[in-house]
């Protein structure tokens, strides 16, 4: 069986878990305070590294996307916290 089967095989339950998992991720992650207001992030999830495809000719398709470190990651952060 292959992952798009076993996706589709599971239960209600499996799945509702899964969806509370991305909403609680989503509520920690999706959102910076910009301004004095709630503002959501539009992409903060981060591929791994490995082949990038691109679409259609882009000019980087077959080159490596390099792993980050933490340092570009830390944007939004409150005044009284300090980043490492």
């Not at 339950?13 to 207001?37: T, V, W």
């Not at 980087?60 to 300090?82: E, F, I, M, R, Y």
Request: net charge positive.
């Amino acid at each position: 069986m292959n992952e798009r089967e076993q996706r589709n095989q599971r239960t209600k339950e499996q799945k509702a878990q899964e969806r509370e998992e991305k909403l609680a991720i989503q509520e920690k992650y999706g959102y910076a305070m910009l301004d004095g207001h709630r503002e959501q992030i539009g992409n903060f999830r981060i591929e791994p590294p490995g082949l990038f495809l691109g679409r259609g000719k882009h000019p980087k398709a077959g080159k490596l996307k390099v792993s980050l470190s933490l340092s570009p990651l830390v944007h939004s952060q409150h005044h009284d916290n300090t980043a490492d």
